[in-house]
């Protein structure tokens, strides 16, 4: 496996020094695709041989892991902390896979901190590139997703849920106490939710958008008709709760995708051999931005376009 992206890496590298004719549908070509590498038998197997096999396989991905690695290393600093989550990392493989894993980087012509420094940190870093997007833009996505601290009780029984919702408005107990007491699936945790939390009913999610701490327990019949939840936001106070609420928006999968989409767009990530560029469409659409910088292009000329021909409209 590892001696395989090795080749893999290796291929990107290569891939470097290619020569592109034109612009649109743009086809990479090694300048020196005919030198044969080996034979078999009879048969040639020439570097661009090997080229075009590497780009069908393993094109678009090595594409992307490249880019997001040049990215993630301007964007992300290297700590401590990212360097020991590495260094236990490669402990557990060690300590899991043993000869095999010695044997593989053996075999990839890679020591321990070659591939520390190469798979483990670089991993590290771009992980982190949803939570440096969601620092950039975090009013946004707080106005957006709106994230809440809140306790939810669902309950299978109107009277159950009535008899738990008096106790909890008497004081006589607390979330964990009356779920027990009234027959309630939940457990009385509080926790981070926002308007995509898939665990919520679609009723509950929006219910918990409108209310604050200060409105205490509300009673929500659930979207089904015949499920009915208890409601009460803790807190909505997103500073206090800064990290657990970027931890909660970096699991939306609409915030990741527009996070890869925003740092390939701000570096201008652009592809321009055509069996590239498919294989990326259809793969990873999200990182895919040159289409978008075209098409805003094409708005802003538009727009300025009419603009002009309205004002000389206006002066005539």
């Known amino acids: 496996m590892l001696k395989m992206k090795k080749a893999i890496v290796a291929g990107a590298a290569v891939a470097m020094a290619l020569t592109l004719a034109g612009c649109k549908d743009a086809s990479a070509k090694l300048k020196d695709s005919s030198t ?15 080229y075009e096999t590497m780009v069908n396989m393993a094109g678009a991905s090595t594409a992307i892991n490249n880019a997001t690695t040049t990215i993630a290393s301007q964007e992300v600093e290297i700590t401590d902390d990212i360097k020991a989550q590495a260094q236990s990392t490669l402990n557990t493989y060690k300590s899991m896979y043993g000869d095999t894993f010695t044997s593989y980087l053996k075999q990839s012509n890679m020591s321990e901190d070659d591939y520390l420094n190469d798979y483990l940190i670089p991993s590290l870093l771009a992980s982190q590139l949803t939570d440096k997007y969601i620092e950039a833009k975090w009013d946004d996505l707080i106005s957006m997703y709106k994230p809440c601290k809140a306790t939810v009780l669902s309950f299978t029984s109107l009277d159950d849920a009535n008899a738990a919702l008096d106790e909890l408005k008497a004081g006589t107990s607390d979330a964990a106490t009356a779920a027990s007491n009234h027959n309630s699936s939940s457990d009385g945790t509080s926790e981070i939710y926002t308007t995509q939390s898939s665990s919520l009913d679609s009723m509950v999610r929006a219910i918990l ?49 527009d996070a890869t989409t925003y740092f390939f767009r701000k570096y201008k990530f652009h ?46």
């Open 271 to 316: 592809v321009y051999d055509i069996t590239l560029y498919n294989a990326i469409k259809a793969s990873y659409p999200d990182n895919l931005v040159q289409d978008m910088a075209e098409s805003t292009a094409s708005a802003e000329a538009s727009s300025s376009a009419s603009a002009s021909a309205s004002a000389s409209s206006s002066s005539n």
């Open 209 to 257: 958008s409108s209310l604050t701490p200060d409105d205490g327990w509300n009673e929500v019949t659930g979207s089904d008709g015949s499920t009915y939840y208890l409601v009460k936001v803790d807190s909505n106070d997103t500073d206090s709760m800064h990290d657990d609420i970027v931890s909660a928006l970096s699991s939306i999968s609409n915030v990741s995708s």
């Open 36 to 50: 044969v590498l080996f034979t078999v038998g009879k048969k040639k197997v020439t570097k661009g041989n090997v």
